[in-house]
C-alpha cells in the first residue's frame, strides 16, 4: 500500500502508464497481423503497402521503449523474408 504522497502519485502514474504501453503492445500486434494477413492472402502489393505503415509503427513503439529495438527489428525482418519469398 502507498503511503507516502509521493509512492501514491507512482501508483496513480504506473496505472496510467500500464494502460498506454498496453494499448501500444495492441497496436504492434495489430500492425504484425495485417501483414501477415496479406501475405496469406497472396497479395503481394497488399501486403508491401501494409508492411510499409507496419514498420513506422513497431519503430515508434520501440523507441518510446516499450519493446527493445531489437524485437522490433526481428519482426520486421522475418515479416520482410515472408513478402520477398512471395512468388
Sequence with gaps: MANSAQARKRARQSLKNRAHNASLR??????????LKAVEA????????????????????????????????????RLSAKIKAMA
Design 26 to 35: 495492441t497496436a504492434f500486434r495489430t500492425a504484425v497481423k495485417k501483414v
Design 42 to 77: 497472396g497479395d503481394k502489393a497488399a501486403a508491401q503497402a501494409t508492411f510499409r505503415d507496419s514498420t513506422k509503427v513497431l519503430d515508434r513503439i520501440a523507441d518510446k521503449g516499450v519493446f527493445h529495438k531489437n524485437k522490433a527489428a526481428r519482426h520486421k525482418s
